[in-house]
């Protein structure tokens, strides 16, 4: 095992070695002085990742081939799975709290860190679920009989068909009887209601699942059951309308239409000191604040340079109307890839493996993919954007214009090289015992690469700065309407008309970005991760490369090999932080916060 464990690490290349002078950590090229993770935490996260895939696969709702298992835990789950899986929670902290911190090496105290970070952080979560169930069961006093007949379908039993016909016809008959209480139901809160809903969705994949394990193999169970099935799918679906019903009843939508779930103050704090980003809400509308305010000079002075004088909305009009013709998209983003990536070897600022490049490729996004993504997206491949012979005329030129050339060169390189497409193909090659996955990571490394090229002079004039800086503006106004929206101070609608008034968004792209937002099962802080975590990883950038400590290819080089995590924990690897077990974020990377 150690030898394999060796094998893999020096394949890892990462090269660190400490200064007697400094209690930075800077990297050399010396494969001979390959930093090797101990064993142990590799070993215990390996594990724990097979136990907890292991316990998804038995004990999550539906079908064993069902994607949806592989999607973690919600509030939606049976009191079953959750127990198990905190018995596997309480397992590895126990085993956890064997190793001796103390001698672990930096880079291992901090798996260490993280890994204990997110079984108590689990823990919570499990716990909060059950008491959100405890204030909702009452509404489905038919879970534990359709859950206890998912229990001998894993083994395989065979069922009374004849009494399960007469089970679920009963308890189509009681799901009718509680959807008539549920209209006069005064007690039940939002977040209640979008409990019951994901309990009920778990409860149709746990009927789905039995169903077709049966169905047209046990001759009985085909006879008597099928009608009875169907029946109570259909109540259960009229059922979830109604909680839906009951929520619009509570917070009705506003003019755009988009019903979402805010966090509240108390749970936007409570996840940013899971992210480790020691900043309040507050803040960090202040941060983008800041922000804003230079995009809006540097705005100003590509509007001049373009013969607008001040008029910065005429000049971004403008460049909207550069966009390609129909069917020409494609062949644009060809263009533009191949400038960033040209840009990017030119400066020799990051190793590019040669079947990253050769492996990305491209996808059309559908029109209804579009709804709530209005521009292109990236990783594996990169998703076009770009208007379809379904759309309407008007949302056909919005599509278009919002997504110009000069504005898809800003995040070419956000998508593919060196932003998303190289993260997970590094990801899948270095350290992959690390699921400390964060978009703080994620969304902010690509981010960063979008400040890193502005610093460079990528923008080739005017129209291109402008490009770059609508995503800045962009990243600072998701900051602000995301933020303002889960503290209960905007209404969706409010965030639509910031996104067009303050930073130039066609008004369905605009809609788009919200309804994506608040509808699309982003958490609460995934929205300002990006130019968050872009920030952070910029400070570090400041703190290692602009001081001489490291080149721009041993920084970049670096982060790619040590996987996805918290930007503080990679800034406590390679600048050797003092660490503990009871780790608290305290790096206020932000100049002037």
């Excluded at 893999?8 to 400094?22: H, V």
């Excluded at 509570?250 to 749970?267: F, T």
């Excluded at 968050?532 to 910029?538: E, K, P, V």
């Amino acid at each position: 095992m150690r030898k394999k464990l060796l094998q893999y690490c020096a394949g890892s290349l990462l090269f660190l070695s400490c200064s007697t002078a400094s209690s930075a950590q800077t990297i050399t090229s010396s494969a001979a002085q390959n930093y090797v993770p101990c064993q142990e935490m590799p070993n215990l996260i390996q594990e724990y990742n097979a136990d907890y895939g292991a316990l998804l696969h038995i004990y999550s709702a539906g079908a064993p081939d069902d994607e949806s298992r592989w999607s973690g835990t919600g509030p939606g789950d049976s009191p079953e799975k959750r127990n198990r899986l905190n018995q596997l929670y309480h397992t590895y902290l126990q085993r956890l709290g064997l190793l001796d911190f103390n001698s672990l090496p930096q880079e291992c105290k901090v798996d260490y860190i993280l890994f204990k970070r997110d079984l108590l952080a689990k823990l919570q979560v499990a716990s909060n679920d059950s008491a959100a169930w405890q204030k909702i069961k009452q509404w489905f006093p038919f879970a534990d009989s359709i859950r206890s007949t998912e229990r001998l379908r894993r083994r395989g039993f065979q069922l009374n068909a004849q009494q399960t016909a007469k089970d679920w016809y009963d308890i189509t008959k009681q799901v009718t009887a509680l959807e008539e209480q549920l209209k006069t139901a005064k007690d039940l809160q939002p977040a209640a209601i979008d409990h019951a809903r994901q309990t009920i969705r778990n409860l149709q994949l746990s009927l789905k699942s039995i169903f077709e394990f049966y169905n047209g193999y046990d001759p009985l169970f085909s006879w008597w059951v099928p009608m009875p099935y169907k029946n109570l799918d259909s109540a259960l679906t009229h059922y979830a309308g109604a909680f839906k019903k009951k929520l619009e009843e509570l917070v009705p939508p506003d003019k755009s239409g988009i019903v979402g779930q805010p966090a509240g103050r108390d749970e936007l704090v409570r996840q940013l000191k899971y992210e480790m980003i020691p900043y309040t809400p507050e803040e960090l509308i202040t941060i983008a604040n800041k922000e804003f305010a230079w995009c809006d000079q540097e705005m100003l002075k590509a509007s001049r340079e373009m013969g607008f004088g001040d008029d910065w909305k005429a000049a971004m009009e403008k460049v909207k109307n550069t966009y390609v013709p129909a069917g020409k998209q494609p062949e644009a983003i060809y263009k533009l890839y191949n400038e960033s990536i040209g840009f990017i070897k030119q400066h020799d600022l990051i190793t590019i493996p040669p079947l990253a490049e050769e492996t990305w490729g491209m996808r059309m996004m559908t029109p209804e993919a579009q709804l709530i993504a209005p521009f292109f997206l990236g990783g594996t491949d990169i998703l076009i954007s770009y208007p379809t012979n379904t759309m309407e005329e008007n949302d056909r030129l919005m599509s278009m214009r919002g997504n110009n050339p000069h504005f898809s060169r800003a995040t070419v390189h956000h998508e593919l090289l060196a932003g998303h497409n190289l993260e997970y193909f590094m990801n899948e090659r270095n350290r992959t015992y690390r699921n400390f996955d964060t978009p703080f990571w994620t969304e902010g490394w690509s981010l960063y690469w979008e400040l890193l090229l502005w610093d460079l002079e990528f923008p080739q004039g005017p129209e291109d700065r402008i490009g770059m800086l609508f995503w800045h503006m962009h990243r600072c106004a998701r900051i602000i309407f995301s933020l303002n929206y889960h503290l209960g101070k905007w209404t969706p609608q409010q965030c639509i008309d910031f996104l067009v008034d303050r930073v130039g968004h066609e008004r369905a792209n605009a809609a788009g970005e919200v309804r994506r937002s608040f509808t699309g099962h982003y958490p609460p802080l995934y929205q300002l991760a990006y130019l968050t975590g872009g920030r952070q990883f910029y400070a570090l950038k400041h703190e290692l490369v602009d001081s001489g400590k490291m080149s721009y290819k041993q920084f970049h080089d670096t982060i790619m090999h040590l996987n996805n995590m918290p930007v503080e924990m990679i800034r406590a690897i390679l600048t050797n932080q003092p660490l503990e077990k009871e780790y608290v974020s305290k790096w206020r990377f932000y100049e002037g916060m």
